[in-house]
């Protein structure tokens, strides 16, 4: 029994001595008299005192006290009284000046000086306290309350042996005095003299058969014991004997409990909340058995109603929060134990279990800082070094990690979680030899642990051990046959190892073991798409997502593939779904912004290029990509500040000096742009982009022979690019070099049928030859594959004039002219063939739109000369050649308008 519970006994026995003894001075005339007039002496008003405190209307009974004394000073009985009563109502100060006014007048008044021993005892003063009750001792030498009060205070000054002599004194005096049983016994306790404290509990029930408390008392020394029959037996006793004593139903529904019956208890405990409404613990202990049935709804519901009687109760918040973090419910086990920690904060329990929450919820700092405590007040905790490891390692500090696994072994070398914990930590710092070490330490400990096997099967795979690895991962499906997971992780050593038979007999014996394996399924369909078996890497794509629809990586794999056969819709989608799942990852919407680009959709692109550099500014690939569609929409001064910034964060990214340097060329900055084709030649020597970009700069500048110099090497790198055979053909044709013109548009068309200038330029050089069949087959050719283009129509009614089928001329020079009304060139040539069939009014009315549209035209003056001439319109003739001359200052087409105004005679 604590020092704590000794001395409430000792204020309990003042409380309970108090009011008996004034029952005990209860006056002769009878109570009814007493209070059917008021008093008129000092013998009627104590009469009435001691009637009021028996009825427990103490400060009335006190204000009677007062009145006796006024009216007798020297009343012994009355100082006695009221001191009895103030000590009942806790104020042992005015109480011991009382009982010292009750021994002035009567110097032989024991109970005087018992109560205010007891007094003296409720304050802590038990030099003063001993002092009064061997006063009283020596004055009534037979009261055995006297030793057991004193044996009390032994007990509490921590005198065991002393407090057993007064008890057993007591005993002596008194055999049947079941208060000095009861307190012998329970020191025996203490002292776990079992077998005499079980024979002080007999003693007393055999003294009084029906006193319950002492089968309850009994029952609990039995049941520590571990004598369950017998103490079963004494509280159903005790309970027959009071179903009021709750301490009995208590006991009786732990020892039940313990012994599974966990229906037996639930009840004991409820008939406890019945007869005790507010009593928090008994809802904490009912909400433990419906806890131990697996009733979590109603335990919490207890946990609860405990702690709003008793927002104190530390252990209701413990027992609740490990329900709501057994259920996932992390927030509220966090608040739970944080209360609990506010109400103790050196339990070091609480400290564990918030730091395991804020580990579930991510939050490592959190974490760090309860395990960390907890480590203050235990610095041998293993646990806590292991699970604050843990949230270094999540937090990327694996030195630190590493450090608290060490700790954790060092605290407990025979503990196999620690290894296996460093183990996976040093996997993360890809320390695989310091891996192995640890796993294969673990499976000394423990050779059937499989988390070391797969442990060490990883670090081998990161050794390049590849056969160890699969070893181990076949020794763990050894351990566990039905472990999809290893089944799955041995498979991808198959598929590294090139043998996909194998890797995918893995994924299928995973799978029929656990069909809804979403990791099997995904890696499978990797396989199947490296065999280039998209049907069946699509169908298992799908199946992943179906089984873990959050799983991101399973709808960005699926969007690779759907890009790879064309379905840039289909990747579209899965890019979205990437999107909404993880809405903070440039990635996703960088290869959406791909997508879009590939379908067409460039604001929607430039969105999501925007967006992932809004999320990641260091992206390059993000503002390339950006460059790009800026390019396509002529938005120069963008696509050249987003190549810019590309280069600036990748400055190896050799295509981006290209796409910049098309920027550059479409600017009319031709030394920016060479520079830049050159810097990416540079940086990758076979980037085939590169040398034809530069090719074509060099062509546009007339710098021919180093134009194709790099067309030569772009096909050196790849014979099979035609329009590198295009360019190459464009620069021979410029040289006159007319036969290697057409052996290479030839070439050209040959690797790509559907290649339109190949046919369009082909076509020119033949009609160039008089080869006109040739021309006219070319010229066809390219209406048929774009027949919305006005060129092939135009290039085509060139070679009809050229044979002087003006009519057919005029038909394609109309078509090429409804497909692109601004074509000025068309409808000049349109005006010639006309002309020359003698149609001057639709000549003159093509003529003058060639000039509407481009005023500065000098062969359209030229042509309208021609029909002004042949019309005999010699004024205006002689105008529209002079305006030639002005437009041209050399070259044949001034050669022929200077001949015609000498014929004229202007």
């Given at each position: 029994m604590s020092k704590s519970t000794i001395r409430q006994a000792l204020i309990q026995a003042l409380i309970l001595a108090a009011l008996?003894?004034?029952?005990?001075?209860?006056?002769?005339?009878?109570?009814?008299?007493?209070?059917?007039?008021?008093?008129?002496?000092?013998?009627?008003?104590?009469?009435?005192?001691?009637?009021?405190?028996?009825?427990?209307?103490?400060?009335?009974?006190?204000a009677d006290f007062d009145q006796v004394l006024a009216l007798d000073p020297h009343f012994a009985a009355a100082y006695l009284g009221r001191g009895n009563a103030y000590s009942a109502l806790g104020d042992y100060e005015r109480a011991i000046a009382d009982y010292d006014q009750a021994t002035e007048q009567d110097p032989e008044l024991a109970l005087a000086y018992l109560n205010r021993g007891l007094a003296y005892a409720a304050l802590?003063?038990?030099?003063?306290?001993?002092?009064?009750?061997?006063?009283?001792?020596?004055?009534?030498?037979?009261?055995?309350?006297?030793?057991?009060?004193?044996?009390?205070?032994?007990?509490?000054?921590?005198?065991?042996?002393?407090?057993?002599?007064?008890?057993?004194?007591?005993?002596?005096?008194?055999?049947?005095?079941?208060?000095?049983?009861?307190?012998?016994?329970?020191?025996?306790?203490?002292?776990?003299?079992?077998?005499?404290?079980?024979?002080?509990?007999?003693?007393?029930?055999?003294?009084?058969?029906?006193?319950?408390?002492?089968?309850?008392?009994?029952?609990?020394?039995?049941?520590?014991?571990?004598?369950?029959?017998?103490?079963?037996?004494?509280?159903?006793?005790?309970?027959?004997?009071?179903?009021?004593?709750?301490?009995?139903?208590?006991?009786?529904?732990?020892?039940?409990?313990?012994?599974?019956?966990?229906?037996?208890?639930?009840?004991?405990?409820?008939?406890?909340?019945?007869?005790?409404?507010?009593?928090?613990?008994?809802?904490?202990?009912?909400?433990?058995?419906?806890?131990?049935?697996?009733?979590?709804?109603?335990?919490?519901?207890?946990?609860?109603?405990?702690?709003?009687?008793?927002?104190?109760?530390?252990?209701?918040?413990?027992?609740?929060?490990?329900?709501?973090?057994?259920?996932?419910?992390?927030?509220?086990?966090?608040?739970?134990?944080?209360?609990?920690?506010?109400?103790?904060?050196?339990?070091?329990?609480?400290?564990?279990?918030?730091?395991?929450?804020?580990?579930?919820?991510?939050?490592?700092?959190?974490?760090?800082?309860?395990?960390?405590?907890?480590?203050?007040?235990?610095?041998?905790?293993?646990?806590?070094?292991?699970?604050?490891?843990?949230?270094?390692?999540?937090?990327?500090?694996?030195?630190?990690?590493?450090?608290?696994?060490?700790?954790?072994?060092?605290?407990?070398?025979?503990?196999?979680?620690?290894?296996?914990?460093?183990?996976?930590?040093?996997?993360?710092?890809?320390?695989?030899?310091?891996?192995?070490?640890?796993?294969?330490?673990?499976?000394?400990?423990?050779?059937?642990?499989?988390?070391?096997?797969?442990?060490?099967?990883?670090?081998?795979?990161?050794?390049?051990?590849?056969?160890?690895?699969?070893?181990?991962?076949?020794?763990?499906?050894?351990?566990?046959?039905?472990?999809?997971?290893?089944?799955?992780?041995?498979?991808?050593?198959?598929?590294?190892?090139?043998?996909?038979?194998?890797?995918?007999?893995d994924y299928a014996r995973a799978i029929e073991l656990e069909p809804t394996n979403a990791a099997a399924h995904y890696s499978r369909a990797a396989v199947y798409a490296a065999q280039g078996e998209a049907e069946q890497a699509l169908a298992d794509y799908t199946r992943a997502i179906e089984l873990q629809p959050d799983w991101i990586n399973a709808y960005t794999s699926r969007a690779h593939l759907y890009e790879e056969q064309g379905n840039w819709a289909a990747a579209i989608a899965d890019y979205t779904r990437a999107i909404e799942l993880a809405p903070g990852d440039a990635g996703h919407h960088l290869s959406r912004a791909n997508a879009y680009s590939a379908l067409g959709d460039q604001e929607a692109a430039i969105a999501d290029f925007t967006q992932a550099i809004t999320l990641d500014p260091t992206l390059a690939a993000a503002y390339l990509g950006r460059g790009n569609l800026y390019q396509n929409q002529r938005m120069l001064d963008e696509a050249l500040a987003d190549y810019t910034r590309a280069i600036e964060l990748q400055p190896e990214l050799a295509i981006a000096y290209v796409n910049r340097g098309r920027v550059y060329a479409a600017q009319q900055e031709p030394a920016s742009a060479l520079a830049d084709y050159t810097q990416a030649i540079q940086r990758n020597p076979e980037l085939v982009t590169a040398y034809l970009e530069r090719g074509n700069l060099y062509s546009s500048q007339g710098q021919y022979e180093n134009a194709l110099a790099d067309y030569d090497q772009v096909l050196a790198l790849n014979p099979e690019l035609a329009s590198a055979y295009l360019s190459r053909a464009n620069v021979y044709q410029r040289l006159g070099r007319t036969e290697e013109a057409i052996a290479?548009?030839?070439?050209?068309?040959?690797?790509?049928?559907?290649?339109?200038?190949?046919?369009?330029?082909?076509?020119?050089?033949?009609?160039?030859?008089?080869?006109?069949?040739?021309?006219l087959a070319d010229h066809s050719q390219a209406i048929q594959l774009e027949p919305q283009l006005a060129a092939p129509y135009f290039m085509r009614g060139n070679t009809y004039a050229a044979q002087g089928e003006n009519q057919k001329a005029i038909e394609d020079f109309t078509a090429a002219i409804e497909r692109d009304p601004t074509l000025a060139i068309a409808y000049v040539n349109r005006g010639n063939a006309y002309n020359n069939l003698g149609e001057s009014d639709q000549a003159l009315a093509d003529l003058n739109k060639a000039i509407e549209l481009v005023p500065d035209f000098a062969i359209a003056?030229?042509?309208?000369?021609?029909?002004?001439?042949?019309?005999?319109?010699?004024?205006?003739?002689?105008?529209?050649?002079?305006?030639?001359?002005?437009?041209?200052?050399?070259?044949?087409?001034?050669?022929?308008?200077?001949?015609?105004?000498?014929e004229l005679g202007g």
């Open positions: 008996g003894l004034l029952t005990a001075c209860a006056p002769v005339r009878p109570v009814e008299t007493a209070l059917e007039s008021p008093p008129q002496s000092a013998s009627e008003y104590y009469s009435r005192a001691i009637q009021r405190a028996n009825q427990g209307a103490l400060p009335e009974a006190i802590g003063d038990y030099e003063r306290a001993l002092a009064d009750l061997s006063r009283a001792g020596a004055l009534e030498p037979d009261d055995a309350n006297v030793y057991v009060e004193r044996g009390r205070i032994f007990e509490t000054l921590g005198e065991d042996a002393r407090a057993l002599a007064e008890y057993s004194q007591a005993i002596q005096l008194a055999p049947t005095h079941i208060h000095a049983y009861n307190s012998r016994a329970r020191l025996h306790e203490k002292l776990e003299h079992w077998d005499d404290a079980l024979a002080d509990y007999s003693a007393i029930i055999t003294i009084d058969p029906s006193n319950a408390a002492a089968y309850l008392s009994r029952a609990n020394l039995y049941a520590a014991q571990g004598q369950t029959e017998l103490a079963r037996a004494d509280y159903d006793q005790a309970i027959a004997l009071d179903p009021s004593l709750t301490g009995a139903y208590e006991s009786r529904a732990r020892l039940l409990a313990g012994q599974q019956a966990l229906d037996a208890a639930i009840d004991d405990y409820t008939q406890i909340i019945t007869l005790e409404p507010d009593n928090a613990n008994a809802y904490v202990n009912r909400a433990n058995a419906y806890r131990d049935q697996g009733n979590l709804e109603l335990a919490l519901a207890d946990y609860s109603r405990a702690l709003a009687l008793d927002p104190s109760l530390t252990t209701a918040y413990a027992s609740r929060g490990r329900i709501y973090a057994d259920q996932g419910d992390h927030q509220d086990a966090i608040a739970d134990y944080t209360r609990l920690l506010e109400l103790d904060p050196q339990n070091l329990a609480a400290y564990l279990q918030r730091g395991n929450a804020y580990l579930a919820t991510r939050q490592w700092a959190e974490a760090i800082q309860d395990f960390t405590a907890a480590l203050q007040l235990d610095p041998d905790q293993a646990a806590a070094y292991l699970a604050r490891g843990q949230a270094y390692e999540a937090q990327g500090d694996l030195d630190a990690a590493l450090a608290d696994y060490s700790a954790a072994i060092a605290a407990a070398p025979e503990d196999v979680n620690g290894y296996v914990r460093r183990g996976n930590a040093h996997l993360a710092a890809q320390q695989w030899t310091e891996a192995v070490a640890d796993f294969t330490q673990a499976l000394a400990l423990d050779p059937d642990r499989v988390s070391a096997y797969n442990g060490r099967a990883q670090a081998y795979q990161g050794l390049k051990q590849v056969e160890q690895a699969i070893a181990d991962y076949t020794r763990l499906i050894q351990l566990e046959p039905e472990n999809a997971g290893a089944y799955v992780s041995r498979a991808g050593l198959h598929w590294s190892q090139g043998a996909y038979e194998q890797a995918l007999a290479d548009y030839t070439q050209a068309i040959q690797l790509e049928p559907s290649l339109t200038p190949a046919y369009l330029n082909r076509g020119n050089l033949y009609r160039e030859l008089a080869r006109y069949d040739e021309a003056y030229y042509g309208r000369g021609l029909v002004y001439r042949n019309r005999g319109e010699i004024d205006k003739a002689l105008a529209d050649f002079q305006k030639c001359l002005e437009l041209v200052p050399a070259g044949n087409l001034r050669d022929l308008a200077a001949q015609q105004i000498g």
